[in-house]
């Protein structure tokens, strides 16, 4: 009976014939020079103004990003070896992985075949296959904490000296719910990235958000003048609800991209009682240059039914509310419980199941307090 020793070296084998130079093309080099012909054509800048023009390009440029993915589709089951695989990979796990679109199942898939031993894939290869597996399971809806850590531990383990190593720890520590042993495990996660990668983006902006971290359980104050209806709001009269605090802009394509989400779980959240409100926190540009009047219209387009904070509306002395929460990418989601506590910073993506965890717990709290009646001891 052959050993595993046997078995490692007629892998070898195989994977050093198959890579052997040849005559003949491989699958891999006929997908690569269909890519390399599968491009949009150069703008044309007299042809700017044109809205024909426009909308013909718009639909060409989403016939070829489809034609491209479909390619690299065909790489991944045909040709998962190939040297050049690596290299162009990232623009099809990188669209699947990630919101709007987060495909996990077909990523983890795709990975899957790459990080087989009879693959032949090279170790550039497998490294970029335990990246978008980790990714895929931090954005997965349904995935968990505990597969998304040991997903990005296997990729840092791999690569610890690639640059997303941190990050790749961060996001997957971000999928940890805020429980007390969840804390504790986030924690030591955060300080790790800091000890490891010091030098990181991902360690400093770990470290400029330890005001966040402090600020978890506490009241949150929130404060603002509707940019829509004009109106007065105040985030203490909207204790008993979740409020979601969504840091936007209409200049953001992905802010733009999860819009349509949050207007579905809003429906859903509130189909029976009004449970769940959401704050969009605008960082558009300053109304001399237009930003008011863009975000009325994006709003009023897209039948956006929340209050907008429009952080260049009112006046100030000091930092945005932005800046005070070291808010430095869009889109960010922070999430404010139903005791008007800050329940998380790092919300993106998690909505659909925070969210309900949280009305849960306050419908538990509800019932309990009722059941103790009104003269427990608090």
Known sequence: MPTTRHLLALTAALCFTVAAPTFAQSPGDEIIEELAATTVPAWEPDRARDPEYRRQRDQIIKTVVDQRLALLARLVREDPGHPRFAEVIHERWRRLARPPVTDTETVLTEVALVLDEGSCASDSSRTEALYYRATALAYGRGTSADDAIQAAEAFAEQAPDDRRAPGSLALAAGKLSQSDEDRARSDAIIKRIIEQWPDSKTARDLTRVSKRTDAIGKPFELTFTDAITNKRVNIKDLRGKVVVIDFWATWCAPCRAEIPELKRLYAEWNEHEKQVEIIGVSLDAPPERGGLDKLKTYVKDNEMPWPQYYLEGEER?????????????????FVVDCEGNLASFNARGQLERFVPHLLEQHA???GAEEKAGP????
Do not use: L, S
């Not at 002395?317 to 989601?333: N, S």
């Not at 003269?375 to 608090?378: G, Y």
């Open 317 to 333: 002395t000091g930092d945005t509310f932005a800046e005070v929460w070291e808010v430095r990418a869009i889109p960010t989601v």
């Open 375 to 378: 003269n427990a001891t608090p």
């Open 364 to 366: 538990a709290r509800q």
